[in-house]
């Protein structure tokens, strides 16, 4: 692991009258270059989601609950699951596998084209990685609780759909990094979310009532980063104080196929 500390402290002597001028300038140019280095910019004070957006996905994750205690709706998926196999028996294949990263390549592949977001890589990239921690502890907890079989029989851990819930946090991702600019792009996204959810029911790995609490809770998830990484970034990157001079800074780095971590404080 990478270990940099940055320290900057501020003059104390100065010159004669006939080279402060200059003598003071440049320090205000290392101050500055300091600042710039250590302080990234500061793009998410503004990224909780409105309430009623919450609504639909808490919808959806209430449907899914309700499926393991409620015969009506556990009914539906019996239903589903049989006409998938009339009209389509023996139907597979592995897409869905790939399908569900299909918006955060789209939200890079943009950003390498000039196509901007709403923050930079560093913000973007820690926001995803948050979303995708939330949605796991949330999911995987879920399927070990409840033991739900899956239609395929393979195994016990049907419930909720991992690849789905996978696929909308991707969509949701992909919404709050380019809404602002089109619509059209969180509609991409969520297109592939959906795509995702119904070929994991005809590949026979899940319930209908599986990829609606799956696609609930991976919008759940991404939303509740959005709305928790503001308070995160200004407490832990600014020292809680966006005044003050003291900036920290903490960098994934990759060097010689090794990861680590550069950190970076001004005082």
Not at 25 to 31: F, G
Not at 102 to 114: E, K, T
Not at 140 to 158: A, E, I, Q, W, Y
Not at 160 to 169: C, D, E, L, Q, R
């Amino acid at each position: 692991m990478l270990l940099a500390v940055a320290c900057s402290l501020p003059a104390y002597a100065q010159v004669k009258d006939t080279l402060q001028t200059g003598a003071v300038k440049t320090d205000s140019l290392k101050k500055d270059s300091a600042r710039n280095i250590l302080t990234l910019p500061d793009t998410v004070k503004h990224l909780q989601s409105k309430i009623p957006s919450y609504i639909p996905p808490a919808a959806f994750v209430a449907y899914g609950l309700l499926s393991l205690k409620v015969k009506f709706i556990r009914n539906i998926d019996y239903d589903v699951r049989n006409d998938m196999i009339k009209d389509h028996p023996g139907f597979h294949t592995s897409v869905d596998n790939y399908l569900q990263y299909a918006p955060i390549i789209s939200v890079y592949g943009l950003n390498a084209v000039g196509v901007h977001g709403k923050n930079t890589f560093i913000d973007r990239t820690i926001l995803l990685a948050l979303s995708e921690a939330i949605f796991a502890g949330t999911t995987f907890g879920l399927k070990r609780v409840t033991h739900r079989m899956r239609p395929d029989g393979s195994n016990n851990l049907s419930f909720p759909s991992g690849h789905t819930g996978n696929a909308f946090v991707s969509a949701e991702f992909m919404a709050q990094e380019y809404g602002d600019r089109s619509p059209i792009y969180g509609g991409v996204g969520y297109a592939f979310a959906t795509t995702t959810a119904i070929l994991r029911v005809y590949n026979n790995k899940h319930w209908f009532s599986d990829i609606i609490a799956g696609a609930g809770f991976g919008i759940l998830s991404t939303k509740a980063a959005y709305y928790l990484y503001p308070l995160i970034r200004n407490s832990v990157f600014r020292g809680g104080n966006e005044k003050s001079n003291n900036n920290t800074l903490v960098l994934p780095t990759y060097q010689e196929g090794r990861f680590g971590l550069t950190f970076a404080k001004s005082f």
